[in-house]
């Protein structure tokens, strides 16, 4: 993750995991523990959704940006929130 962000010249705070890695939900706290960062798990069908929502576009149905389109799917569905263990002194 370090080295994604060092390359992508970001600074990452959360970690999105979508689809079926999500259904092995004791593992999904996992990928943050490393660099203490917070998961956010969801959609499961982020995929289809999103095929969804960019065939809806073009059909005129919805507008928008990629944010746009992404604010759509995150108030249509559950994302579970994992936060970051505190280091025990």
Request: charged letters at 20%; aromatic letters at 2%; zero cysteines.
């Amino acid at each position: 993750m370090r080295t994604a962000a060092e390359l992508s010249g970001t600074n990452v705070k959360v970690i999105h995991i979508v689809g079926g890695r999500i259904a092995e939900r004791p593992a999904v706290p996992a990928h943050g523990r490393p660099q203490r960062l917070t998961v956010i798990a969801g959609p499961v069908e982020a995929t289809a959704l999103g095929n969804v929502l960019v065939q809806a576009r073009s059909a005129g149905l919805v507008s928008g940006s990629l944010e746009a389109l992404r604010a759509v799917i995150t108030r249509s569905v559950s994302l579970q929130r994992y936060e970051p263990r505190a280091r025990h002194a």
